[in-house]
Every structure is written in C-alpha cells, then in structure tokens.
C-alpha cells in the first residue's frame, strides 16, 4: 500500500506570491489533515478534511486555506506568502475509523524569500 | 495553541542503553499517539495507545498511558544509533474532529 505522498518535496517562493501544495492520502482514507512545523512553534494543526468538507481549522489566519477533492486528495494554498511561513508543511492522512493511526507524507519545505 | 509538553527536551545516551521519554497533557483524549522524526523530515508512527489501555509494546518500544496524571511515557529498549531522531507524542483530543495535538518533542541522541 503507498504512503502519504506530498509534493512538491521543496519550494522555494518570494514574498508575496502564492503557493498551492498537495496531499494524496493512503488508499481508502478519506481524512486528511495538514500541519505546519517551525522550530520556533513546533506542529501546529491547520485543518482537517473529511469526504470533502472542513471539520476543523486551526488558529491561522484566512491567507491559509484548504480543499479536499472527491478522490480524497487534498490541496492547501497560502496566498500573499510572508517570510515566517517558512516552514514545513506536513499532512496526515487516517482511516475510516476515525480514532485510529494518523500517517504522515515526507513534507513540503516551503522557504519563502 | 494547546500543545503537550514533553520531557527531556534532549537526551543523549550510548548505544544499547534505554531512552525513557515523557509526555503530559491536558486535556481527555481518545488516544495518544507517539512519533519519530528524523531531521525535519515527516513524522513516522510509531504507536498508538487508546485512552482504555494502560500499556503497549511494539518490539522495542513500550509505551504507557495515565489517564488520570495525563501523561504517557515512551521506552526505547538496547538504543541503536539509528534510533537518534526527535520524538513526539500526539493526542487526539475528544471532539476535535481529527485533530492532534502535539508536544514539542524530546530530541534523542544514541552514541555509538
């Protein structure tokens, strides 16, 4: 069975730009949830998203956002990007059980210049 | 935002010794989740242990829970070196529709 796979691996982007990351989830899993990693705040949950709807969002502002497709795939886009967005930028994805095991892809670190 | 907090915040130990980390919470969980990271790249499962269970092993790795102190407690048995990566634990917290919470994490380091 695949892993969690994120691309792109690398980004690197100027201020101001925007920047759309992708998620596909292990087979069957239909939550995904994104979380952002800095060494200065460690994971932080951005949101989750369950056959295509927002359960949950974290404490980040509007620029961030997020979609799930009906395949389960999700994307996250950061709009008008600022320097302390540098970070990585995990997802996770979880079986129909809800409460289960959470797998997480290798990340997208995004460095913003 | 709520995070756990974990502890040591390093630790450094020779190969074949055992790593004990700790990790507290807040709040009642569903179940709590421990996992590996190697320089900064994405989080590898480690173990899961559900909010009824008290214990759990997975070869070297024995993990415990407490609900009642709210903390849990992770040991690495005979170390390796390739066990030198940060290590998290994760809740997943009533009502919080998948959401996890994570602690900042115990960096440990095996010396061959």
């Known amino acids: 069975k695949a892993g969690v796979t994120q691309t792109p691996r690398y980004l690197i982007k100027t201020r101001g730009q925007q920047v759309t990351l992708s998620c596909s989830p292990i087979s069957g899993h239909r939550s995904v949830s994104w979380y952002q990693q800095t060494p200065g705040q460690g994971l932080q949950f951005l949101f989750e998203y369950f056959s295509e709807t927002q359960r949950n969002k974290g404490n980040f502002p509007g620029r961030f956002s997020g979609r799930q497709f009906s395949n389960s795939r999700s994307e996250m886009n950061v709009s008008t990007l600022e320097l302390g967005d540098s970070a990585l930028y995990l997802c996770a994805s979880r079986n129909p059980g809800l409460r289960a095991e959470a797998f997480f892809g290798q990340g997208t670190r995004l460095t913003v210049v | 935002s709520q995070q756990g907090e974990e502890d040591p915040q390093a630790l450094s130990i020779q190969e074949g010794e055992n790593a004990t980390m700790n990790c507290s919470y807040k709040t009642s969980i569903n179940n709590l989740q421990w996992y590996r990271q190697n320089s900064g790249r994405g989080l590898v499962h480690l173990i899961l242990?559900?909010?009824?269970?008290r214990e759990k092993h997975s070869g070297r790795l024995r993990v415990t829970l407490d609900t009642s102190k709210k903390s849990s407690s992770l040991l690495i048995t005979a170390s390796r070196a390739a066990d030198t990566a940060s290590y998290f634990c994760?809740?997943?917290?009533?009502?919080?529709?998948?959401?996890?919470?994570f602690g900042q994490g115990t960096e440990l380091s095996v010396k061959p």
């Open positions: 994760a809740t997943d917290e009533d009502n919080q529709g998948g959401k996890l919470i």
């Open positions: 242990i559900r909010s009824n269970e």
